[in-house]
């Protein structure tokens, strides 16, 4: 009687246990994925980068920004990288992704590792190898990043609504959305460091010059010789010029966004928020003081990795994409 009710017992217990087992495996990316398969794909990558870079350095900042963008929104599976179709809007055309740019960056690395390895190499991988990249080319520090990822099938505009956060967010909205993806408020600080390269459109910022609180007024919080020179590059209602966010060194991935930000020159509120949380604040003032980029490089560095391995798709979920802006 007791040895069949244990043998009764045992077996969901076990069959739990294998399911356990079998989905941790399947959360994770791994180091040196493509080596038996596919053993040049980062090779492949990083020499594509370099000739894009070449030729247009400003494509950094849009292809490190997709890498977050993806990620953010339902895991890194480049939903991003999926066009819109006429049932839907896909998310690269959300207003949340406004200047996004670089699809076609994407899509011809995938061609080239296509002829050399097909059906291998994930889109989703290839954001994250190009963001490494970007941020490599751009004089910022190189990291081995793990690898695995697979593709999803659905990329829907309306998912970035509470998955984005907006450039007008306060302190406490910016940790709700990086602790929803498991990230900690030190990588929320040191991926805001990837505002030291690239640019931003008017339409971002305006409202902290023209209109903050709906009155006519400016943001007090910004510093006020930063905001008449963003004032002489946006014009009132002018929302699609683009300003470099860290001007004077926004093709150079380095320190200077820290000591913007701590001197109230940061762009959007959400880079100023920063300064309204003692963690946060510690970090921006410490980099912004720092002699060397190490400890921000190194930082920078595990913050990518972990944000590499929000929702991934592994083992058997998710699909390798012949081409990056369709389902198969
Ligand atoms: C902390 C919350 C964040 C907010 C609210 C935010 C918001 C924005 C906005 C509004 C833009 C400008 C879009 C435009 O007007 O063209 C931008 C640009 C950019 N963002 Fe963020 N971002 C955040 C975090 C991140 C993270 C985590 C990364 C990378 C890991 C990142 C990388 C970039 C880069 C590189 C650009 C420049 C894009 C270009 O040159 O076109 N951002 N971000």
């Given at each position: 009687?007791?040895s069949?009710d244990f043998?009764?017992?045992l077996?969901?217990?076990?069959?739990?246990?294998?399911?356990l087992l079998?989905s941790?495996?399947?959360?994770?990316?791994?180091?040196?994925?493509?080596?038996?398969?596919c053993p040049?794909?980062?090779a492949?990558?990083i020499?594509e980068m370099a000739?894009?870079m070449?030729?247009s350095?400003?494509l950094a900042g849009p292809?490190?920004?997709?890498h977050f963008?993806?990620?953010?929104?339902?895991?890194?599976?480049?939903?991003i990288?999926?066009?819109?179709?006429e049932?839907?809007?896909?998310e690269?055309?959300a207003p949340?992704?406004?200047?996004?740019r670089g699809?076609d960056?994407?899509?011809?690395?995938k061609v080239?590792?296509?002829?050399?390895?097909p059906?291998?190499v994930?889109c989703?991988?290839?954001?994250a190898?190009?963001?490494?990249d970007?941020?490599f080319l751009?004089q910022g520090?190189?990291?081995e990043?793990?690898?695995?990822r697979?593709?999803g099938?659905r990329s829907?505009?309306?998912d970035?609504?509470?998955?984005?956060?907006p450039?007008d967010?306060?302190i406490?909205?910016l940790?709700?959305?990086?602790t929803?993806?498991n990230?900690?408020v030190?990588?929320?600080v040191?991926?805001?460091?990837?505002h030291t390269?690239g640019?931003s459109h008017?339409l971002?910022?305006s409202?902290?010059l023209?209109n903050?609180?709906?009155k006519g007024?400016?943001?007090p919080?910004l510093?006020?010789?930063?905001?008449?020179?963003?004032?002489?590059l946006?014009?009132?209602?002018d929302l699609?010029s683009?300003v470099d966010?860290?001007?004077?060194?926004?093709?150079r991935?380095?320190l200077?966004?820290y000591?913007l930000?701590?001197?109230?020159?940061?762009l959007?509120?959400s880079?100023a928020a920063l300064?309204?949380?003692?963690?946060?604040?510690a970090?921006?003032?410490?980099q912004?003081k720092a002699?060397?980029?190490?400890?921000?490089?190194h930082?920078?560095?595990v913050?990518?990795?972990?944000?590499g391995k929000?929702g991934?798709?592994?083992?058997?979920k998710?699909v390798i994409?012949k081409n990056?802006?369709?389902v198969?």
């Amino acid at each position: 009687m007791v040895s069949q009710d244990f043998s009764k017992n045992l077996f969901p217990l076990a069959l739990v246990l294998l399911l356990l087992l079998f989905s941790s495996a399947e959360a994770h990316v791994t180091y040196g994925f493509y080596n038996d398969t596919c053993p040049h794909a980062e090779a492949i990558v990083i020499r594509e980068m370099a000739k894009v870079m070449a030729k247009s350095p400003r494509l950094a900042g849009p292809l490190l920004r997709m890498h977050f963008v993806d990620c953010f929104v339902a895991g890194c599976e480049a939903s991003i990288l999926l066009n819109s179709t006429e049932k839907y809007v896909a998310e690269k055309d959300a207003p949340l992704n406004i200047g996004l740019r670089g699809f076609d960056v994407i899509d011809a690395i995938k061609v080239k590792l296509e002829k050399t390895c097909p059906g291998i190499v994930s889109c989703a991988d290839i954001i994250a190898m190009v963001a490494r990249d970007s941020v490599f080319l751009s004089q910022g520090p190189y990291y081995e990043i793990p690898l695995g990822r697979r593709d999803g099938n659905r990329s829907l505009a309306s998912d970035t609504l509470g998955n984005l956060p907006p450039p007008d967010s306060n302190i406490t909205l910016l940790k709700a959305f990086f602790t929803k993806r498991n990230m900690t408020v030190k990588d929320m600080v040191v991926l805001s460091g990837s505002h030291t390269i690239g640019i931003s459109h008017c339409l971002s910022f305006s409202d902290r010059l023209y209109n903050f609180t709906g009155k006519g007024d400016m943001d007090p919080t910004l510093d006020k010789k930063y905001a008449t020179m963003l004032k002489s590059l946006c014009k009132p209602h002018d929302l699609m010029s683009a300003v470099d966010m860290d001007p004077g060194s926004s093709g150079r991935f380095d320190l200077r966004y820290y000591k913007l930000v701590s001197k109230r020159k940061g762009l959007f509120v959400s880079d100023a928020a920063l300064l309204h949380d003692s963690e946060t604040k510690a970090y921006v003032e410490r980099q912004a003081k720092a002699k060397t980029a190490e400890e921000f490089f190194h930082d920078f560095a595990v913050s990518m990795i972990n944000m590499g391995k929000i929702g991934v798709l592994t083992h058997q979920k998710g699909v390798i994409r012949k081409n990056c802006a369709f389902v198969n």
